[in-house]
Nanobody
Framework: VQLQASGGGLVQPGGSLRLSCAVS????????MTWFRQAPGKEREFVAT????????YYGESMKGRVTISRDNAKATVCLQMNSLRYEDTALYYC????????????????????WGQGTQVTVSS
């Protein structure tokens, strides 16, 4: 399974961005699709997750209410719509995939993921 993240860029505070993660190599091998982010000098942080074959979604506290995760099965793509962006949202955003189902309380642990994309930079600046 290969993951290709895209859609990052420079945006003003209050603006929006839509990130995409293209999945190749077989979505049948994936259960959880998740976005993490990592700012310079900080630990990797859970943003949102979605089940590839179900409807379960779960959001991290830092961006809850400002992001929506979705998937397009036909395009094998998972998207992250981010609104009302803040300076502190500046980070490298990664998509990750896990083959097997785990409890939702564990999806925020980056150690549980099998595949990672290369990351896409989001910079919030005026």
């Amino acid at each position: 399974v290969q993951l290709q993240a895209s859609g990052g860029g420079l945006v003003q505070p209050g603006g929006s961005l839509r990130l995409s993660c293209a999945v190749s190599g077989g979505t049948r091998n994936v259960y959880h699709m998740t976005w993490f982010r990592q700012a310079p000098g900080k630990e990797r942080e859970f943003v949102a997750t979605i089940a590839w074959s179900g409807r379960d979604t779960y959001y991290g506290e830092s961006m809850k209410g400002r992001v929506t995760i979705s998937r397009d099965n036909a395009k094998a793509t998972v998207c992250l719509q981010m609104n009302s962006l803040r300076y502190e949202d500046t980070a490298l955003y990664y998509c990750a995939a896990r083959r097997q189902r785990i409890v939702m309380s564990a999806v925020g642990n980056s150690a549980y993921y099998d595949y990672w994309g290369q990351g896409t930079q989001v910079t919030v600046s005026s």
